[in-house]
Nanobody, 114 residues
Framework: QVQLVESGGGLVQPGGSLRLSCAAS????????MNWYRQAPGNEREFVAG???????NYADSVKGRFTISRDNAKNTVYLQMNSLKPEDTAVYLC????????WGQGTQVTVSS
């Protein structure tokens, strides 16, 4: 059974940082394209960042230069380092694994507010 478990969300002030984790079981992260998405209330789910099986990364324009996605193969975990957070980054952040099939985690809430 595949499980993606996100953690690391919380309340942070504008300009602050958080690191999200996505711990995978039932799959090997390095053999999947791993992605982070986010969904704010009333908005559609949107792509944030992704890392390919080969380690290439890509980002939404809105987070380029502020967010960094990485993968620890030994821990079978994907991370999203988020710096210079803005109120508009407030959302539920979800981990996604894609190859032939697609798997989703339950999400972790990130709230950026003073």
């Amino acid at each position: 059974q595949v499980q993606l478990v996100e953690s690391g969300g919380g309340l942070v002030q504008p300009g602050g940082s958080l690191r999200l984790s996505c711990a995978a079981s039932g799959i090997i992260c390095s053999t999947y394209a791993m992605n982070w998405y986010r969904q704010a209330p009333g908005n559609e789910r949107e792509f944030v960042a992704g890392i390919t099986r080969g380690g290439s990364t890509n980002y939404a324009d809105s987070v380029k230069g502020r967010f960094t996605i990485s993968r620890d193969n030994a821990k079978n975990t994907v991370y999203l380092q988020m710096n210079s957070l803005k109120p508009e980054d407030t959302a539920v952040y979800l981990c996604n694994a894609r190859r032939v099939g697609t798997f989703w985690g339950q999400g972790t809430q990130v709230t950026v507010s003073s």
